[in-house]
């Protein structure tokens, strides 16, 4: 396996932000082992630091942003691609704006300052994620999925129902060099009409003809493709620095079809739900896996929930990690009391009852924390419900959840179940708690 990689020297660059129009100056420093990517924020009281990681996304439209409390780093896709391209695990990224600089659309010159900063090895090994099972996300009639694999692959559709966007694919296998060539040049676009749209909302106030491929109605307004593809390869960009948030690089092959950022961070939300449960199985050590110490059989489970026959879903807690994860087990039998009507003579396990086996698990998860000790939690909303496989009696549900966002009383998780090591059911389940 390879080592982790920084930056040998202090490098620095000065833009303007594609939506705030702000001017930022820029500064890259080296960083120490397992440090991760590291904004700074210098123009700030205290100069604030953010990583570059899942817990801290928030939602802003058209383009990947990070923040704590008020603090908040904007279009970081181009820059977070480019650390991937040259395999860059830490580094430290002094800011004295909220958003990084535009340039000319590309990660291009953000990998060509890296280069010049120069890179060397660090002692450390680097941090893998390869899945040993598909993971996928759908929406509409966009879907983003990774399946397993030895090298970086990236394969993207992309179809926009315009006649300068036609349907186009590119695939690559992902190293250093291909990144350069072929990927880091592509350059953000937008329609004609979308750009105008965008002035409305106060966005793009740093966009113009030199960092943006603005696309009219049947030509390229004011500039030239750099590829003939370049609009798929630069959907293929955004992808690589989205799922750099994981904070490791991945091996696999990612497969998209009309996807774009929010897809890209629903797919990632799922990844770090299997990368924790990979990398807990794997150290299996009490320090760091509650799943080392006796599981919580259904006496424990009836000390932390209110649920009792016939509405208690849930038969034993096998891992519990506070405030991250949690894996429980339902055992269906024929003598569940929902199988009389559901269906007679054709006994299936309704949707509604998987969803609420996850709940409950979520459940145990937040009630078992003594702080919490004697609430209780209560469903918000549902979002995101697939149901991929019936359940029938004699089944074993998996219930798997991760925390996703947590804050003093509400919080949001994600949930699958399992049978037999194959998704049944997914969802995104939102929480509060209550006296």
Do not use: W
Request: net charge neutral; aromatic share 6%; charged share 25%.
């Amino acid at each position: 396996m390879e080592l982790q990689k920084t930056i040998i020297n202090s490098v620095s660059l000065s833009g303007i932000g594609l939506h705030t129009g702000q001017k930022v100056n820029v500064k890259f420093t080296s960083a120490p082992e397992d440090n991760g990517v590291e904004f700074v924020r210098v123009d700030q009281e205290g100069k604030p630091r953010v990583k570059a990681q899942m817990s801290n996304l928030i939602e802003r439209p058209r383009r990947t942003s990070i923040g704590i409390r008020n603090i908040e780093i904007h279009t970081i896709e181009h820059v977070m691609a480019a650390l991937v391209g040259l395999g860059i695990d830490n580094i430290i990224i002094e800011m004295d704006a909220e958003e990084l600089p535009g340039l000319d659309g590309s990660a291009l010159p953000f990998l060509e300052i890296l280069k010049k900063a120069g890179i060397f090895e660090q002692k450390t090994q680097r941090k893998y994620f390869q899945p040993k099972e598909p993971l996928f996300m759908e929406e509409g009639d966009s879907s983003l999925m990774i399946l397993p694999g030895n090298e970086f692959r990236v394969s993207y559709t992309m179809s926009y129902p315009h006649p300068m966007l036609k349907s186009q694919y590119a695939s690559f296998d992902v190293d250093t060099k291909v990144f350069e060539k072929e990927l880091a040049p592509s350059r953000t676009f937008c329609l004609q009409q979308e750009a105008e749209e965008l002035t409305r909302q106060g966005l793009g106030k740093g966009a113009n003809y030199d960092n943006t491929v603005v696309v009219g109605d049947n030509e390229i307004v004011n500039n030239k493709l750099r590829f003939e593809d370049e609009f798929v390869r630069h959907k293929i960009c955004d992808l690589i620095g989205d799922l750099y948030l994981l904070g490791h690089q991945i091996i696999g092959h990612v497969i998209g079809i009309k996807s774009g950022h929010p897809l890209n961070i629903k797919l990632l939300q799922k990844i770090k739900h299997l990368h924790d449960r990979q990398t807990q199985a794997s150290i299996g050590t009490a320090s760091n896996d509650f799943s080392s110490t006796p599981p919580l059989n259904i006496n424990d489970i009836q000390k932390i929930l209110p649920h009792r026959y016939p509405f208690l879903l849930v038969d034993k807690i096998l891992e519990l990690k506070e405030d991250k994860y949690a894996v429980g087990i339902k055992n269906v039998t024929i003598n569940e009391s929902f199988f009389k009507g559901h269906f007679p003579g054709r006994p299936v396990m309704p949707g509604v009852l998987i969803v609420e086996a996850m709940a409950q698990v979520v459940g145990v998860l937040l009630l078992s924390k003594s702080g919490n000790q004697g609430k209780r939690a209560y469903f918000m909303s549902i979002d995101k419900v697939k149901f991929r496989r019936m359940v029938l009696p004699g089944d074993q549900l998996r219930l798997e959840v991760s925390v996703l966002k947590l804050k003093s009383k509400v919080g949001q998780a994600y949930g699958r179940a399992l049978v037999d090591n194959k998704v049944v059911a997914e969802a995104v389940l939102m929480f509060t708690l209550g006296e």
